[in-house]
């Protein structure tokens, strides 16, 4: 019978014989244009969720007005509003979410 994998030790107690790597400290132009890339890809994506946000808002506009030819009526104008109210949560609350996630913390 064999024994189960055990995982080699990470971590300040790991020894050079366990194979663990340790990272070099990034240099500071180096961080510096890593947070500067990485920040450049978050105001991107927050800019997508607005913008297809406000996509979604023009949809249910034209739901709305009965544009569409599969609802119509009443049901046009509750399902317009129910997409109307996802766009606007798209375009308002979820970019404010990622934001603060992603906020860098104060030193």
Request: aromatic share 6%; net charge positive; proline share 9%.
């Amino acid at each position: 019978m064999t024994e189960p994998h055990t995982p080699p030790e990470t971590g300040p107690e790991a020894g050079p014989e366990t194979g663990a790597e340790t990272l070099a400290p990034m240099d500071p132009e180096a961080e510096k244009a890593a947070r500067a890339k990485a920040a450049k890809q978050r105001f991107f994506a927050l800019s997508l969720f607005r913008l297809s946000g406000i996509a979604i808002l023009a949809v249910a506009y034209l739901i709305i007005l009965g544009q569409f030819d599969f609802v119509s009526g009443q049901k046009a104008k509750t399902l317009g509003a129910i997409i109307a109210a996802i766009g606007l949560v798209q375009t308002i609350v979820v970019p404010r979410l990622l934001a603060s996630i992603w906020r860098t913390p104060r030193p």
